[in-house]
């Protein structure tokens, strides 16, 4: 379903007309019958407004017109937006949370979705700080919190968007419509999924097993890491160069092409990298 049925759909279950909720959008009702005929989606302000007013998280509204398939509705939400307006090195750091979505966006603007079915004041549980001088994004969870229990969507404008330093401790990090240079993770993870990206993902993890999943495989991964058995999961069509570093590492179910573009590579100490046409 995409933006246009839900709105139409969230309305009719509220019993508002298209004029009754234009009132409350403080919007035009050719607006809303232009959003409802698919003709274009409300910008930021307008979807946070009809994000508070029915109680759904903006990436729910429209990540079909996104093309994300990412499971994230929450009971709470808070959103933050900070203005761009010229390509950045992106350093990112985030407290440990559950689960982060990188999203890339048409805007001029980075904007922060933090949702949580448990923690009601997220706007007063993270701290936010952005340095446009260093580039360096901190979101920081103050006190105790479930961190199970938190998702965070970082929408990214991608014509903005050259290289990604991101330090953080999660289980699933979703990457999702980015066309990056480059993608570089340290710090802990269990899941890894590129949804519709292309470019080189670099992963500096230690003892952890990673599952990578790709809808297709489209530029280069490294994986750096030590005493460790991970998988990657990639189109049965893929075609794909490895390179072996490192000491006591190895690649199990890995057919390699001298003249692929793709690149898979596996780096550190005593570690495997299995890899899984599907």
Known sequence: MNFSEKLKKIRKENCLTQEELAEKL????????KWE??????????????SNLFNVSIDELVKEDLSINIKTKKKYNYIEELEINHTKHFDI??????EL???????????????S???????ELFKI???DIYNRLDIDIKGKSNAKDILINLYIPQKYIDEIELNSKLKYLNITDIDIRKLEYDGDLKYLNVNNSKGRIVLNTTKCDIEADYDK?????EVNTFNSVSRIKIPKESVYKTILKGKKNEF???????????????NGFNSKLIIIKK
């Open 101 to 115: 979505n990188i999203i890339s966006n048409s805007q001029e603007k980075v904007i922060i979705e933090m949702l």
């Open 37 to 50: 005929n698919g003709d274009g989606i409300p910008d930021i302000n307008n979807l946070k407004q009809i």
């Open 217 to 221: 495989l489209d530029g280069i991964l």
């Open 93 to 98: 750091k985030i407290s440990m949370i559950y």
């Open 252 to 266: 199990v179910d890995a057919v390699s092409c001298d003249d692929a573009s793709n690149i898979i590579e596996l």
């Open 117 to 123: 079915n448990e923690e009601e004041n997220l706007q």
């Open 26 to 33: 403080f919007v035009s009702r050719q607006a809303i019958t």
């Open 129 to 131: 700080k952005f340095d």
